[in-house]
């Protein structure tokens, strides 16, 4: 028997996770200049980094000899959500508190449950764990959380929920969380995955912290990937009960955030205004987008978050036109959608270079 024969069957059925193409592979394939490419791929914030976290980095700099202390970040997200510090679990991005999550619920002989067009990282971490991953039918593109509630079995023990979903944008409204959560037995977990929770409007945006003191078998993650531009320095968190974030801690590695993105997250924290220009320009980004879509005949999913998902027909074909003109976007036939591209909201300018682009791919398809 080969060696890699004798591995897990359970590692060996994972489908490995593919990163938006990288800007450097592309100006090495095609021979564009790496400052004409744009990177519309991979739901980054177009602004970059807040200004506040970007100080605390260069800060932080002078004391890397030593190990990381999360006590500040802790008390801040404390403070910001207004739990107590041992509510929290940090992680080296929020892909990190759910792998946690996964290894403290899930093993051979238990189950979890996910949408079909649900973000790679939940049957990622559910085989990782040995456990057997139930996939339900998505309801026009999103979760059907009927149907995931019907699908739970006695060996299940963790429901994953993105709102809003990543690729599609879809958003499950906040009552019907609620009853979804008030019928799902309590020995069953669900984690609410709010990746993009800061990009949600405020009039439709509930604070899903405070439910925990309703719902123990609730656990909500987080990030400072998205709306406050740490995607590089890798931190997330979660916040979960007393009792499941002491479970959590028990198999989470030491010191799994570093130093930088412990300063920088702290920082961004309390960046209230980049966080505000980040959440009109994404608006005012999708607007532009969205327009272009339609004026080009292209049907798209109304989105949550800050990307776009549209039908593109032959996406690997349209994909590739955008390629070749420097810009990047995202198939999606790995979810199980392989007629359609999802676009990142970016600047203003990098909006238009993205319509410009599909234009010319239209128009002109063979060039």
Not at 217 to 224: G, P
């Amino acid at each position: 028997m080969a060696l890699c024969d004798q591995s897990l069957p359970n590692v060996r059925a994972i489908s490995p996770y593919l990163p938006g193409k990288p800007i450097t592979q592309l100006a090495r394939e095609m021979g564009i200049p790496v400052e004409r490419i744009v990177k519309l791929a991979s739901n980054e914030n177009p602004l970059g980094m807040s200004p506040k976290a970007k100080v605390a980095v260069e800060k932080a700099l002078v004391s890397l000899e030593r190990y990381p202390d999360d006590f500040e970040l802790k008390h801040a997200l404390a403070n910001h959500v207004a739990l107590g510090m041992e509510h929290i679990v940090l992680g080296n991005g929020s892909n990190d508190v759910l792998d946690l999550i996964a290894r403290v619920f899930l093993s051979p002989g238990r189950s979890a449950i996910f949408s079909q067009h649900a973000f790679a990282v939940y049957p990622l971490a559910t085989l990782s764990a040995g456990a057997e991953l139930i996939q339900v039918p998505a309801k026009d593109y999103g979760h059907d959380l009927e149907a995931m509630g019907n699908a739970i079995r006695i060996d299940t023990r963790l429901i994953w929920i993105a709102n809003p979903n990543n690729p599609t944008g879809t958003f499950l409204t906040y009552p019907q969380l609620k009853a979804f959560l008030r019928a799902t037995p309590p020995d069953v977990v669900v984690v609410l995955d709010e990746a993009y929770n800061e990009y949600i409007p405020p009039l439709e945006r509930a604070d899903t912290t405070a439910w925990l003191a309703e719902f123990p078998n609730l656990v909500v993650t987080r990030t400072f990937s998205k709306i406050y531009g740490l995607a590089g320095l890798r931190i997330g968190y979660a916040l979960a009960s007393v009792a499941i974030a002491d479970l959590m801690n028990r198999v989470r590695q030491p010191f799994n955030c570093n130093n930088l993105a412990l300063a920088a997250a702290t920082a961004a924290l309390d960046d209230h205004e980049f966080v505000a220009r980040s959440y009109a320009l994404n608006r005012s980004g999708m607007e532009q987008i969205v327009t272009g879509l339609k004026h080009f005949g292209f049907s798209h999913l109304p989105s949550h978050g800050n990307f776009v998902t549209f039908k593109a027909g032959d996406a690997a074909a349209l994909n590739q036109r955008l390629l070749k003109q420097g810009v990047i976007v995202r198939p999606i036939g790995g979810y199980g959608m392989p007629e359609w591209l999802r676009v990142t909201i970016g600047t203003e300018t990098e909006n238009f270079r993205f319509l410009e682009a599909l234009d010319n791919a239209l128009t002109r398809p063979q060039q």
